[in-house]
């Protein structure tokens, strides 16, 4: 009896450490700052361990502002994850983790068939990809179609349209505009967005060689655009955070919002009947095209001798083919950066990924710009305090206008010759 | 009797070992971190004594002097309200009124709420359009007064410090009292019989004997207000809207040695500096507060 004891007692504990050690070999854990992709990676572990991959992925998201310390740290310690979010290049923080060697190069490892090159461009660097891209952003103008339809107005071609639309809107006691204020980066995006419209990509091209400067006087009126648009928003815009703005937008409470296409999971989450509908920011005149701001969000990064890399290797094979994206979009609504995914049969996604392909600006001036590769930087450092101080009357739009020179000629050279 | 090191040291020693591990060494590698820029990741440069240069004379001056006032203004709006605020009630709590016990454990409440949840409740309490604040002002016929209290930048930071003194007064009310009580009853008592009024008492009595109270609160005051951080982070987030009209110096360490979305510049390097300075500033003025508080009693 003893003797069946002791033996009964190893075998369950051979049995535990196997299973232990099987769990932790087939554990590919991965980080992101995007707690919406929970579900996305809950059937991409089912769909793998149909295919024969016994993968368990263990998803970790984190607040997005302090992502970056958290990744960046737990990598220097040796304690990081095996894939993570990396954030689009240009950018200081990707670059950051390139150069101290902590992210494996994927070529030759992962077959890039299905992706463009300009999507691939942005995860490049030095010659070699770092990580396999997830979702195409779109921002602009998301609107209630309800809310147009019950007062007969039409998507606007014009700026002064879409000033019309909100003065009727006003008129008849709905909110034009709900702006998250208090989240100055949303401030720094409408900027942007509206920017490649009004001033348009030639504009932006001029101020990226040097040709022209933000003390232009086009800049300073797209900023007195803005500054005089805020008569459309809600009371105490600055006040309020992109959480209130989900849900006031879902529900009603304002007719448009200045967004990207991620927010539309939120929405629907919120109020399944929303009928959503998106424009981008009208030009000033009818001749000139309009365009979208579109940009590379991240990619998947494979971590420099992470503890399962053929497992994680894996994983990211998959990540980089159309049944990725079509998983991918078919849950969070965003646009796959992989090629051949089907997406949702979803008339806006439909259309917003058209406008992606045909209204795209090929220069800006925040996400993926150059200005936002060193400091100060035009996006955390002069728009986003700049536009709350215009907004909250503290400084005019010239002021803001020559915040943003003084502060890019610091560093960037195209830009010093012109005070 | 006779003081035996050995068995001394030996209870010294855990304390000591904690101290050294979470305290001293800590403190020692962000000096020796300040000394370096560095992201996280990679290998750090050494910069020498640039780190500070740029927050006190370079280009990181404007947010860290704007920071560094804010606490200022902080501490000196905070000692003067809580203090007095948490006096008043103390004096008329330790007259013992009836029902005193419960307003005693009103008063406290607020202390045993996590800073968090305080954020979150005083974010929708403020909030401009569903916020209490707001809607109540309407409602009484006062809707002109209705303000974004946490984005107007001229509002935002007192709105801070407003909450702040609704989350800790319990804490100052429960010394003043303490202090209060702790008075003999005879010196009082002693006053009625050579007929003073209350207001003789509170202010021949009570106020300088519990002025040396006063002094501690203010001193922790001191130390608190320049480590100001969870209630700031938890109704403005890193950034400190708008446009850094929030922002402290815990913030301002925080968005700069962690970075992240909206974060000027992340160097661990800069916020070792920043943190280095606030601790050149708080001991010191710590130091000689308690030598001329100490002076003054003899």
């Excluded at chain 1, 995860?123 to 979702?135: C, L, M, N």
């Excluded at chain 1, 204020?181 to 720094?188: Q, R, S």
């Excluded at chain 2, 103390?90 to 005193?100: D, N, R, V």
């Amino acid at each position: 009896m003893k003797k069946f004891l002791s033996i009964l007692l190893v075998f369950v504990f051979f049995s535990l450490f196997l299973t232990i050690s099987s769990g932790t070999e087939n554990k590919v854990e991965i980080w992101s700052w995007r707690s919406q992709d929970a579900e996305v990676w809950a059937r991409v572990e089912k769909e793998l361990n149909k295919r024969g991959i016994p993968v368990k992925i263990d998803f970790r998201p984190f607040v997005a502002t302090e992502y970056d310390a958290k990744l960046m740290l737990a990598l220097q310690g040796g304690t990081g994850p095996d894939i993570f979010y990396a954030r689009r290049l240009p950018g200081g923080r990707t670059q950051a983790i390139i150069d101290a060697g902590f992210i494996e190069p994927l070529d030759g490892k992962i077959k890039f068939t299905y992706f463009s090159s300009t999507t691939l461009k942005s995860i490049r660097s030095g010659g070699k990809t770092y990580g396999v891209p997830f979702a195409l952003q779109v921002v602009g103008i998301f609107y209630n179609k309800d809310i147009y339809d019950k007062f007969g107005l039409k998507e606007p071609q014009t700026w002064d349209e879409l000033i019309n639309n909100c003065e009727i809107l006003k008129k008849n006691g709905i909110t034009p505009f709900f702006i998250p204020g208090k989240e100055a980066w949303t401030l720094v995006m409408q900027h942007a967005m509206c920017g490649v419209s009004i001033l348009g990509p030639e504009w932006i091209r001029d101020l990226i060689n040097g040709r022209t400067n933000f003390l232009d006087p086009k800049f300073v009126d797209l900023n007195r655009r803005l500054n005089d648009l805020k008569k459309y928003y809600q009371d105490g815009f600055l006040g309020n955070a992109v959480t209130d703005q989900d849900a006031a937008f879902a529900f009603g409470q304002a007719a448009m919002v200045f967004s990207g296409i991620w927010g539309l999971q939120t929405w629907r989450q919120l109020n399944p009947k929303v009928n959503v509908g998106y424009f981008m920011v009208p030009p000033l005149t009818k001749d000139k095209k309009p365009y979208a701001y579109v940009y590379m969000d991240g990619a998947f990064a494979l971590v420099k001798g992470a503890k399962n890399r053929d497992m994680a290797l894996k994983v990211l094979e998959f990540t980089a083919t159309p049944d990725f994206g079509t998983i991918f979009s078919n849950i969070t609504y965003n646009i796959p950066a992989v090629l051949g995914a089907k997406v949702p049969s979803d008339p806006l996604l439909l259309e917003v990924l058209e406008v992606s392909k045909k209204h795209a600006s090929p220069y800006v001036y925040w996400v993926g710009s150059v200005f936002v590769t060193q400091k100060p930087s035009l996006y955390d450092d002069i728009l986003a305090p700049g536009m709350q101080a215009m907004y909250a009357g503290k400084i005019t739009p010239e002021e803001l206008a020559k915040m943003a020179q003084d502060g890019i000629s610091q560093w960037y050279k195209p830009l010093m010759k012109k005070k | 009797m006779k003081i035996k090191w050995f068995d001394l040291l030996l209870f010294i020693l855990p304390a000591f070992f904690l101290y050294t591990i979470f305290v001293v060494y800590p403190f020692i590698s962000s000096i020796y971190l300040s000394l370096f820029n560095w992201v996280g990741v990679g290998a750090k440069k050494y910069v020498g004594l640039k780190n500070f240069f740029d927050v006190l004379f370079g280009s990181f001056k404007g947010e860290f002097f704007n920071a560094f006032g804010h606490n200022i203004y902080f501490f000196i709006l905070v000692s003067i309200i809580e203090v007095s605020l948490g006096f008043i009630i103390a004096l008329g709590l330790a007259t013992q009124i009836k029902g005193y016990h419960i307003f005693r454990s009103i008063v406290y409440l607020p202390n045993v709420i996590s800073m968090v949840l305080v954020g979150f409740i005083w974010g929708l309490i403020l909030n401009p359009q569903i916020g209490l604040v707001n809607q109540f002002l309407k409602v009484i016929g006062l809707g002109s007064f209705t303000r974004p209290w946490l984005g107007d930048p001229s509002l935002a930071f007192n709105t801070i410090i407003a909450v702040n003194i609704w989350r800790h007064l319990g804490f100052y009310v429960l010394v003043m009292l303490a202090a209060i009580i702790n008075i003999q009853p005879d010196f009082i008592e002693a006053a009625y019989i050579d007929g003073a009024s209350n207001w003789d008492i509170v202010k021949n009595i009570i106020i300088p004997l519990t002025i040396p109270t006063a002094q501690t609160l203010i001193l922790l005051l001191f130390i608190w207000s320049f480590s100001v951080f969870e209630l700031v982070y938890a109704l403005e987030g890193v950034q400190a809207g708008p446009f850094r009209s929030t922002d402290v110096l815990g913030t301002l360490f925080y968005r700069t040695a962690f970075g992240g979305l909206g974060s000027a510049r992340m160097d661990l390097g800069l916020g070792a500096a920043i943190v280095t300075l606030m601790f050149i500033v708080i001991l010191p003025i710590s130091f000689i507060y308690v030598r001329l508080v100490e002076r003054r009693r003899i």
